[in-house]
Each structure stands twice: as structure tokens, then as C-alpha cells.
């Protein structure tokens, strides 16, 4: 069975903090996808990223970055030098060739100036 | 362009009764999908639209239901609704089978 396990349900930091959010997954596929996903307090899901179980290398976008581990079975986000715009619900994801998405329970950041 | 839209964006409901939500896709979008999420909770999966046929459906009682029209917009349909239907109806759409997903804004239904 495929499962998304994001075990920070809340973190705090201070303005121009770094901060990394975890994520673990499990599935027996050897072809997926993982994604990570913004929730504002809008409720609108905004894409962020979209790996390929092929692809480890890490990404860089920004002030965004995602270190992905298959040894690990590990896709963590981080964000350097935080905003209070960074504020949000974030919710790590795992497809399959389906394309059903499985999410984590997400991860609330607070982002204090 | 425009991004998925969702319609209502709010609506309340009582026990028992019937609904309908609406969702029209990023033109170009010929995969529609709908999760079902609760306060606190991430993102369930309820169905799978592509090309006007269902592709999945997620561990949801037969009380929903969903179809996909020819220009690609979608309804989601929930029937006998209870007080555990209360929650932020979300509609995905994608290009085609193997692409990202990009959401709307949610329908967030309160059934009292």
C-alpha cells in the first residue's frame, strides 16, 4: 500500500530562518511520482514541484530547494531564508501511473516577522 | 489563462439533502479528478475523470457520484448528505494521463 508520512504537524520560525519539512513514503511501485503542494489560507492547492522515481537529482527554484532520497524514501522541502508569506499548510504527495494522489497530513508553517 | 474554477465556493446544506459542485478545467485539460478533504486532514481521493470516463474511484460510499462532460468540465454529485460530508470539495485537472495536477480554489460544503 502506498502511504505519504509528514510527521512535523507544526513548525514555527522567525523571518529569514531556514526551515526544512519531512517527508517519508512508501510503495511498491518502482515507477512514481512525489509533489509537494502549498495551502494558503485560501484553500487552493498551489503546485510547487513534481519529481519522477528516476529523477534524484535535487532541485533548486528560488529560495526553494527538495533533496530526494530513495535510499531514505525521503523528499524533503526546504525554504531558506523564510517569509511570513511562506505561511501556509504544505502537503507532501505520492502517485503512481494512476495519477491518484496520495497525501501526507501536511505541515503547518508559521512564519513570524 | 484561466485557472481550474470551482462553483460554489461556499454552501451549506442540510442533512439528508442533495448537491452538486462544479468544476471546469485549465483549457487544454482533459483529465479532471476530486478529493474530498477535512479540516485537519490532507486531500482524499474520490474520483477520476479522463475523456468523459472513469478512470478511478477512491473508498467512497456510492452516495457520490461524478460525471465529465464533453468540454471537460465536471460535476461531483453527493446524494443523502450527513454531517460527515462537511468539507473542502477539491477539483484537479491535468493535461493527460502522467501530467501534474493543478487545483481550484475548493467548494467548502457544511452540511447542518
Known amino acids: 500500500a502506498q502511504k505519504v508520512t509528514q510527521a512535523q504537524t507544526e513548525i514555527s520560525v522567525v523571518e529569514k530562518e531556514d526551515v526544512t519539512l519531512d517527508c517519508v513514503y512508501e510503495?511498491?511501485?518502482?515507477?512514481?511520482?512525489l509533489f509537494w503542494y502549498k495551502q494558503p489560507p485560501s484553500g487552493e492547492l498551489v503546485f510547487l514541484i513534481r519529481r519522477n522515481s528516476f529523477d534524484e537529482q535535487n532541485e533548486i527554484s528560488g529560495r526553494y530547494s527538495w533533496n530526494f532520497q530513495k535510499s531514505t524514501s525521503s523528499f524533503n522541502f526546504t525554504i531558506t531564508a523564510s517569509q511570513v508569506v511562506d505561511s501556509a499548510v504544505y502537503f507532501c504527495?505520492?502517485?503512481?501511473?494512476?495519477?491518484?494522489?496520495?497525501f501526507g497530513t501536511g505541515t503547518r508553517l508559521q512564519v513570524f516577522p | 489563462d484561466a485557472g481550474v474554477t470551482q462553483s460554489p465556493t461556499h454552501l451549506i446544506k442540510t442533512r439528508g439533502q442533495h448537491v452538486t459542485l462544479r468544476c471546469s478545467p485549465i483549457s487544454g485539460h482533459k483529465s479532471v479528478s476530486w478529493y474530498q478533504q477535512v479540516l485537519g486532514q490532507g486531500p482524499q481521493f474520490i474520483f477520476q475523470?479522463?475523456?468523459?470516463?472513469?478512470?478511478g474511484r477512491g473508498n467512497f460510499p456510492d452516495r457520490f457520484s461524478a460525471r465529465q462532460f464533453p468540454n471537460y468540465s465536471s460535476e461531483l454529485n453527493v446524494n443523502a448528505l450527513l454531517l460527515g460530508d462537511s468539507a473542502l470539495y477539491l477539483c484537479?485537472?491535468?493535461?493527460?494521463?502522467?501530467?501534474?495536477?493543478?487545483f481550484g480554489q475548493g467548494t467548502r460544503l457544511t452540511v447542518v
Open positions: 484537479a485537472s491535468r493535461r493527460g494521463q502522467g501530467y501534474s495536477a493543478f
Open positions: 504527495a505520492l502517485s503512481d501511473l494512476t495519477d491518484k494522489l496520495i
Open positions: 475523470y479522463y475523456e468523459k470516463e472513469e478512470r
Open positions: 510503495t511498491r511501485d518502482t515507477t512514481y511520482y
